[in-house]
């Protein structure tokens, strides 16, 4: 099984700054891609950014520009949020799909989410 650990979440005012963190660890081979997702109340959950194996990332269109989406070489992905609008309150989530051996098929894997709330 893979844990994700994530922190960072928080309370700002409208144009601020917040920088969520993931770390996952456990069953672990390898990681094809790192992803934060995020649902606002009454909403579908969305695809925030993604940052795949090999660098190539990918970005919601409301959040180009101002988020930024990177990871490192000891299984962390971080998503650096900056000028928040009250739109992007939601709750984030750190999501992975990794696989736990060479042969096995590769596993999405969810963290228990953060609250990120932009006051106005």
């Known amino acids: 099984q893979v844990q994700l650990v994530e922190s960072g979440g928080g309370l700002v005012q409208t144009g601020g700054s917040l920088r969520l963190s993931c770390v996952a660890s456990g069953s672990i081979f390898s990681i094809n891609a790192m992803a934060w997702h995020r649902q606002a109340p009454g909403k579908p959950r969305e695809l925030v950014a993604i940052?795949?194996?090999?660098?190539?990332t990918n970005y919601l269109d409301s959040v180009k520009g101002r988020f930024t989406i990177s990871r490192d070489n000891a299984n962390g992905v971080y998503l650096q949020m900056n000028s928040l609008k009250p739109e992007d309150t939601a709750v984030y989530y750190c999501v992975v799909d990794s696989s736990p051996h060479s042969w096995a098929t590769v596993r999405r894997s969810w963290g228990q989410g953060t609250q990120v709330t932009v006051s106005s």
């Open positions: 940052i795949r194996n090999g660098g190539s």
